[in-house]
C-alpha cells in the first residue's frame, strides 16, 4: 500500500517540522492539535522556516514554498484527519501515559492497513503500545529537531512490531531523503541515552568542581569535534527534559543512569536553560 497521505499529531518543535519535511517530499500532510491557534503558529513558522533556511538559500523557489505549504492541512478533529492516510505519526507531550491513550485510540479507529508510529525520543515502543489490540503496526520513527534538515532517523521495533511494518516505515523514512538504523525497542534507544549519559556526567563533573561550565564544555567541543558541549546542549535541550529522561532511564535500565543531584537542584530553582534564561549559562 503506498503512502500518499500522512497524518501528524501534535504540531509542536517536533510535529510543525515533520510536517514540513514530509509536504517537501510531496505528501499531503494532515497536522492536528488541540486548538486552531497552535495549528496556525505551527503553519506561520513553517512558513518562517521555509523562507529563511531555504528559500532564501537558494534551495527551493518561492513557489515550491507554497506548494509545500498547501500540502499541509491543519484539522483539529482527530478522525478527520485520520480518513485516508497510510501513516499516522504522533509527536504529542513526552508523557506514557497519554501516548498510550493515544495510540489504542489510533488503533481503534485507523484503517488496519495504516502505521502508527511514534517520534517519542525515550519510551519504550512496546509499552506505549501495549494497550492497542494491534500492536504489530506500532513502530517508532525518531526524528530530531529540526526534522527537515537533520539527517537521521531511528526505526525502533517494539517487542510486536511486525516486520513488515519495519519494511514500510523503513522505505517511508528514506523517501524523506534520512539514513535510517533500526533499533530494537530499549529505554532511549541509541542516540538518547548516549547523549544523555554524557550530559550527566558532565553536569556530576561541575558538581564535583573537577572544572568550570566553559570548561567542560570547551574540552568537549575540541576533543571530540563535538559541534556544542554537554552542559550548553542540556541548557538547549532543556535540563527539565533531561531531569525526565535520567529519571525514566534510571528507572528501567539501574541506578547508573540517576540524575546529577545537581540537575534535580537547577530544575528545582527553575535553572531550566534557554527556556528560562538561566541554567549552566545566564542567556
Ligand atoms: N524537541 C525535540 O528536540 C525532540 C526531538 C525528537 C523527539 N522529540 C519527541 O517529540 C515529541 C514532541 O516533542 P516537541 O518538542 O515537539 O513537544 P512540543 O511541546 O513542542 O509539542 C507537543 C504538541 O502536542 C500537542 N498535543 C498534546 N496533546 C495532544 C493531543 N492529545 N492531540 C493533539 N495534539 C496534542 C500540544 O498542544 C503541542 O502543540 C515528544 O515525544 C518528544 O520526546 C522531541
Not at 534551495?59 to 485520520?82: C, Q
Not at 501515559?97 to 488503533?107: G, R
Not at 532543556?238 to 528507572?251: A, C, K, T, V
Request: one cysteine or more; glycine letters at 4%.
Amino acid at each position: 500500500m503506498e503512502i500518499e497521505n500522512v497524518c501528524v499529531i501534535g504540531a509542536g518543535v517536533m510535529g510543525s517540522g515533520i510536517a514540513q519535511l514530509a509536504a517537501t517530499h510531496r505528501y499531503q500532510v494532515n497536522l492536528v492539535d488541540i486548538n486552531e491557534e497552535i495549528l496556525k503558529k505551527a503553519k506561520a513558522s513553517i512558513d518562517k522556516n521555509l523562507n529563511r533556511f531555504f528559500v532564501a538559500k537558494n534551495k527551493i523557489s518561492n513557489e515550491e514554498a507554497d506548494n509545500i505549504l498547501n500540502r499541509i492541512h491543519l484539522i483539529t478533529n482527530r478522525d478527520e484527519a485520520i480518513n485516508d492516510v497510510q501513516i499516522v505519526i504522533e509527536a504529542v507531550f513526552e508523557d506514557m501515559a497519554l501516548k498510550q491513550q493515544l495510540l489504542s485510540d489510533l488503533d481503534e479507529k485507523c484503517d488496519k492497513e495504516v502505521i502508527i508510529a511514534s517520534n517519542t525520543s525515550s519510551l519504550c515502543i512496546t509499552d506505549m503500545a501495549m494497550k492497542a489490540k494491534n500492536q504489530e503496526r506500532i513502530v517508532g520513527i525518531h526524528f530530531f529537531n529540526p526534522a527537515p534538515v537533520m539527517k537521521l532517523i531511528e526505526l525502533i521495533k517494539g517487542k510486536n512490531t511486525s516486520n513488515e511494518i519495519m519494511d514500510r516505515a523503513r522505505q517511508f523514512s528514506k523517501t524523506l531523503n534520512k539514513t535510517v538504523v533500526t533499533v530494537n525497542d530499549s529505554p532511549g534507544f541509541i542516540t538518547t541515552r548516549l547523549i544523555y549519559v554524557l550530559c550527566n556526567e558532565a553536569i556530576n563533573m561541575k558538581q564535583e568542581g573537577i572544572a568550570n561550565t566553559e570548561d567542560i564544555d570547551t574540552a568537549v567541543k575540541l576533543a571530540f569535534n563535538f559541534p556544542m558541549g554537554p552542559l550548553e546542549l542540556s541548557d538547549l535541550v532543556g535540563n527539565d527534559i533531561y531531569l525526565h529522561i535520567g529519571e525514566y532511564l534510571s528507572e528501567k535500565l539501574g541506578k547508573n543512569y540517576q540524575p546529577s543531584p545537581l540537575l534535580h537542584e537547577m530544575v528545582k530553582d527553575n535553572q531550566i536553560g534557554r527556556k528560562t534564561k538561566k541554567g549552566f549559562y545566564n542567556y
